[in-house]
């Protein structure tokens, strides 16, 4: 029997010590630490996660600040930031798949979540949601909605976006130009292209974004960007269309007009971007993206609705704008630290503290209260975005379903054919053929 007890006894002992080393090495990354929203510190008794976004420096510096505010609030808990610019993310994020090495929590975006939902790599938060760790009763259902694949919620909604363009209203006013963007077409924006050219030597950015603008173009003439079984491109059959778009960004060329389309589709950061430094008096990108632009930009920045299609009568069959979750945050299914992954996705998400910090620089957040919270908080640049999306809304179309798999292949390719057109490698009507080419063949494998 004493036998026993003493044999008890050191097992009990050995356990202890075991359980010991391991709190330690638990701790060991940091030593604070990230938990949920606003909650007190003792629900969190240690932990570490990883998570990784693309961004800018704006972003950076300010999702650097959340999460340290996450864990002065959770001592014991480290959260390791990983931001890469977004040219490099994609790559980064599946190398580490491949190496077994994600982080716990990753940044999405609408284009690669079925790719990364396909391979079963991101973790379904629907039990978070039921249990109220992470809290959705301030959500608009449809917000949710955008991050769910086959029932499963595998995102969420991290700001309401739309596409749109960036102009410097200095050089509209030196140039004696207004610009109705409600109501202009393409033909008008190459007229004020030209006005623009010959009345300051400020030249247009190319269509570089050609997947937002040719997408937009379709989807305005009753054609979807992708084909329901993503295997072709959904505007096949108008690829004349197509060569119309193109044969603007030509004609601006041969008048001198459009900046060298060699240097704008390199891959730059925003500080590096001809627009950022005076070349052009326009640039398109999503309207999360603007802030970061003025940063960059060091100087006023407007934002305006993108042209019409000058081909249309309204109404349109379709509008080719769409409301779009700006970016997501997901959580991988190889994280070994799942219930302090979703505490912290709800204070990203949910906390006003956490969400005074980013001031909605991923885009106008979904939670109603955040947003209230917000409104009389941002600065006047980031109020124009609020007001924006108001304006933009009754113009927009529902949002098409996630894209195909080998979407970023086929708009790599597509990219490719657009910059040799403009380089006179491909005539208009040649390189409409050749983009759909391109990527049938990619998207067919």
């Known amino acids: ?159 309401t976006n739309a596409w749109g363009m960036g102009v410097d209203p200095a050089v509209l006013q030196k140039a004696g130009v207004t610009i109705d963007d409600v109501n202009w077409t393409w033909k008008e924006f190459e007229q004020i292209a ?57 004609r601006l060329k041969a008048a001198g007009a459009l900046y060298n389309p060699e240097e704008s589709f390199l891959q730059v950061t925003m500080e590096e971007e001809p627009f950022s430094r005076g070349k052009t008096w326009n640039a398109y990108y999503w309207s999360n993206q603007h802030v970061g632009h003025i940063n960059a930009a060091k100087r006023n920045v407007i934002y305006i609705m993108h042209p019409n299609n000058p081909n249309l009568a309204r109404p349109y069959k379709k509008f080719g704008t769409y409301l779009k979750p700006s970016q997501f945050i997901s959580m991988l299914s190889t994280s070994p630290s799942k219930d302090l992954a979703a505490k912290f996705v709800n204070f990203f998400v949910n906390d006003l503290e956490a969400n005074s910090i980013l001031l909605a620089e991923r885009g106008i957040p979904v939670p109603t209260d955040v947003r209230d919270h917000l409104a009389p908080k941002v600065d006047p640049q980031m109020k124009t975005l609020f007001d924006y999306i108001g304006k933009v809304t009754p113009y927009t179309s529902p949002i098409d379903p996630p894209d195909p798999a080998r979407a970023g292949e086929a708009e790599d390719a597509m990219r490719k054919v657009v910059l040799q057109c403009l380089l ?22």
Request: glycine share 8%; charged share 20%; aromatic share 12%.
């Open 1 to 159: 029997m004493k036998k026993g007890l003493f044999l008890f006894a050191v097992l009990l002992m050995v356990s202890l010590a075991l359980f010991s080393c391991k709190k330690k090495e638990a701790a060991a990354p940091g030593g604070e630490s990230a938990g949920t929203a606003s909650q007190s510190s003792s629900q969190t008794s240690g932990g570490y996660l990883r998570f990784a976004w693309w961004g800018n420096t704006v972003r950076d510096e300010r999702t650097v600040k959340v999460a340290q505010l996450f864990m002065e609030k959770n001592p014991g808990v480290t959260v390791e930031t990983e931001p890469t610019a977004w040219d490099g993310y994609w790559t980064k994020l599946n190398t580490q798949a491949a190496s077994g090495a994600l982080p716990d929590l990753m940044q999405q975006d609408y284009a690669y979540i079925n790719q990364w939902f396909n391979r079963n790599l991101l973790e379904d938060l629907n039990p978070y949601t039921q249990s109220k760790v992470i809290d959705l009763s301030k959500w608009a259902d449809s917000a949710v909605a955008s991050g769910r694949i086959n029932g499963k919620l595998i995102a969420l909604n991290l700001g």
């Open 194 to 250: 030209l006005t623009i050219f010959q009345k300051t030597g400020v030249q247009t950015h190319p269509f570089s974004a050609h997947k937002q603008l040719v997408e937009f173009w379709a989807r305005e003439l009753g054609y979807s960007y992708y084909s329901a079984d993503g295997k072709t491109m959904g505007w096949s059959s108008i690829p004349g269309e197509i060569k119309e778009w193109l044969d603007i960004n030509l």
């Open 424 to 445: 006179g490698q491909f005539s208009s009507t040649q390189a409409a053929e050749e983009m759909l080419k391109a990527a049938h063949e990619i998207l067919a494998r």
